[in-house]
């Protein structure tokens, strides 16, 4: 694309699926240049479309991101994209996705005006976390620290078993996750961070070095999405992951009134419900619904298709505890002769990538499935010449 073209059109395709609420992202294909910023316009109805973009302070072609809130499957829809003399959305006052730093403690994230979550990265923690998660109604969504397993920390990243260390307990001697920088990517249609940390053992020696990508959307009141993009890199020598059901790779344990022992009813792809039919079974997707304060909820884990040993394992339990967990294959199978040990050697990385889907109503009602696919199939966005 020119570099002194200012407008230009796409063509959104929904594909096999209906689309609802539906993030999409693309490449612009030019720079946004300081001081402007890019309309998106639907073609069909004239209206304007909030977006946001990574890349819009540099000379770089931002990825633009914004909401579909409807497209039915099998059609498509025309949106025209402008450069405009406006300012950037990059700071606090932004429409939509906002976050707010607090030196040393947390990244607050606020969607509308009203909280979404923190995510935690306070000196002292074992490990960084995002609490607390609010969802339809306001209701909190996931528990900090239960007296009966105080390391599960509301939705976290852990392992038990990390070359010898255990980065998943916070029992005497425990490894640690130490975040080291944290910076705010975007705001508006979209708002991210970008968090590096290292792996360290309980003697401070670094074990591996930690980026992780989060993202969530201005979407309506009564759903809420949280995208983890983790990135693992042996930057100090290879690293041994041992086979140990006690690990995420991520982490959430619920609201106790979302509990399968008091409200909670957990359901994966495949059709499995409770906990009989689906801890250790593996699954594209797992859903933990119920009650909490009189409002019916859930929370749904999606694992990416990229992921290692996709569909992943989930270690999902009655008492609250749900991790996406590839590791752990020994304990689910019953088996010893299947491993869910995995090497990565010096220098090399290890990748992945969830999204949480936090809903109003039951699995159904919120039809985790498709949503599952405007994530993991997605709606194909086209240049118009």
Known sequence: MSADVTRFAIEVAAGNHDRRHCPVSFTAGIAIPAGKSLKLTDVACGASIPVSYCGCCCNEKPVVTFVLDGLPAGSKREFLAEIIDAPSCCGEGCEGVTLTHVPGDRV???????????????????????????????????????????????????????????????????????????????????????????????????????????????????????????????????????????????????????????????????????????????????????????????????DHPDNLRYPTYWHVRDYGLFTANQWGIHDFTGDWSQRGDYALPKGQQLRFRFRVYIHEGTVTDARTADRYHDWATPPTVSLLV
């Open 108 to 302: 607050d994230i606020a969607i509308g005006g009203q909280p979404f979550t923190s995510y935690v990265i306070r000196e002292g923690v074992a490990r960084p976390y995002c609490y607390p998660v609010y969802g339809p109604a306001g209701v909190e969504m996931t528990n900090l620290g239960p007296a009966d397993h105080v390391h599960h920390r509301s939705m976290y990243i852990a392992q038990g078993e990390v070359n010898g260390h255990d980065n998943w307990s916070e029992l005497q001697g425990h490894a640690c996750t130490v975040n080291k920088s944290v910076a705010i990517v975007s705001q508006g249609a979209m708002g991210g961070l970008r968090a590096t940390a290292d792996w360290v053992t309980s003697g401070g020696q670094p074990i591996l070095q930690e980026q992780v990508c989060l993202c969530t959307y201005a979407l309506p009141d009564n759903v809420r999405l949280l995208d983890w993009d983790i990135t693992w890199s042996a930057c100090y020598g290879g690293v041994f992951f041992g086979d140990t059901k006690e690990a995420g790779t991520l982490s959430v344990r619920v609201n106790e009134q979302l509990e399968g022992r008091h409200t909670g009813l957990i359901t994966n792809a495949y059709g499995g419900v409770t906990e009989s039919e689906t801890w250790g079974k593996r699954a594209p997707w797992c859903d933990y619904s119920g009650q909490v304060d009189g409002h019916a909820v859930g929370l749904a884990i999606f």
